[in-house]
């Protein structure tokens, strides 16, 4: 491209340029010309009048003034061969004197015509050289009588050539400047180019954190400005989408992790029983064990289904009591197993939502507060509204988590304390399809604790007082 531009430039320079002198020295050629033709007519006429004075003379005398002729001319003879200037005298149609060698190769009589339409007749004569002829016909009593007068216009031409070849080669020299001048020129006008090329050629190659320098307000810069909006878009998704992927293989490798576990468990306790003599007692003990991996492995499949099943739901206007007293019969009786005090306080607020994906939401988080809490301890669920959300809290005085901890908390397979996360039954799912409900329900959850003091989890769900209902994906 700037190679492209800069042999158009150049050429479109030097076609101009050439051209401008060209005409500029045709130009000065006729002016030239023009003043020769003057200094020539003005020469013939001095040379004319003279001559027809000593023709006047001579007749006087009563001498032949066509014989006397030769001798009228010597002295102008002598200037012509000082100017390179030529004489002719013509008589009717005849030419009967001339300076030089030989006489006008023109006819007098078709001189003399054309010089009766006009005094005279100049015209330009290119050989046997460059001349600039003019012939007239004398007046009467001498009307019989012309004077051919031609100047050379050699020296004209030469200077006119000395002039073209010195406009050429300043047109030359000037042309080399500006090639020059262009080459700097089209190097920075070019330089924005070739750094969006060099950038786009980094990001090809995996860089998404080049950036152009953004210089003034022009096209240039606007270009470089779209183009570092563009790079931090390309930067955010890529970002995303390796998030995204290293989400995905944690997952992949964590469901691995899990399924491995229980399956090493279940295929020892199979293989003890079917090559090793057992015990009614460790039959059972070993039927039991299994039975139970079998059951996590169920839950784990089914909390899995949850999670996928989550796409689309209908909504209304929840009443937040109704879904108290709704999961209080459903967690109850787990709470009094594990000894802890389960209490509701609600605030007759309504929540826009599904009811029964929010008392999955409400269960899965009341059943995370059983696992890290010891029995003898309790758990609150309370609701209250904060400008048009309702907020959602379930509050337990279990081991609490580290900031590193709740940084990972959602993450599927995820476990604060996995020897106690087993050992209830836990998959490490829940607050994942937590997340996923109330993300669904355009709200957020939302994790306050430190260790040794509990948690407080909060789900922040949009508000409502009438009942609604639509569809969300």
Partial sequence: MKKKTFIVTLLLFMIFM????????????????????????????????????????????????????????????????KRDNAFAVSCEEAWIWHSGDAAPAEE?????????????????????????????????????????????????????????NMLFTVSMAVTFILALFLVKFLDILFRPLREISAASRVMAEGDYHTRLPVRGKDEIALMAEHFN??????????????????KKQQFVDNFAH?????????????????????????????????????????NMAYQLLDLAALREFKTEACEVDHLFRR????????????????????????????MELLITLLSNLIDNAFKA??????????????????ILEVEDQGIGMTREQISHIKEAFYRVDKSRSRAAGG??????????????????????SEPGRGTVAQAILPGGEEETGFTTS
């Fill in 258 to 298: 899990e399924l491995r576990t229980p399956l090493t468990a279940i295929y020892g306790y199979a293989e003890y029983l079917q090559k090793a003599p057992a015990t009614e007692k460790e039959l059972f003990e070993c039927t039991q064990f299994i039975l139970s991996e079998c059951s996590r492995l169920q």
């Fill in 327 to 354: 999961v209080h019969e459903i967690m109850q009786i787990k709470a009094e197993k594990s000894g802890i005090s389960l209490s509701f306080s609600g605030s007759g607020e309504h929540v826009i939502g599904n």
């Fill in 18 to 81: 050439n051209s401008s002198m060209l005409i500029v020295s045709f130009i000065t050629l006729r002016e030239r010309i023009a003043a020769e033709q003057e200094t020539v007519l003005e020469e013939h006429y001095v040379i004319s009048s003279g001559l027809i004075g000593d023709m006047q003379a001579v007749q006087n005398r009563g001498g032949d003034v066509r014989e006397s002729m030769g001798d009228l001319m010597r002295i102008y003879a002598r200037y012509s061969q």
């Fill in 229 to 246: 909006r563009m790079a931090e878009q390309v930067e955010s998704h890529i970002k995303l989408l390796q998030e995204t992927a290293d």
């Fill in 427 to 448: 998959a490490g799912l829940g607050l994942s399809i937590c997340e996923r409900i109330v993300g669904l329900h355009g709200g957020s959850l939302e994790f306050i």
């Fill in 373 to 390: 809490s010891a029995g003898g301890s309790a758990v609150r669920i309370r609701a209250e509204r904060k400008e048009d959300k309702v």
């Fill in 108 to 164: 007098p009589g078709i001189l003399a015509e054309q010089a009766d339409q006009s005094e005279r007749m100049v015209f330009v004569r290119r050989k046997p050289k460059w001349q600039l002829c003019v012939y007239g016909r004398f007046p009467a009593p001498f009307q019989e009588y012309g004077l051919w007068y031609s100047a050379g216009l050699s020296d004209t031409f030469e200077g006119w050539r000395g002039m073209k």
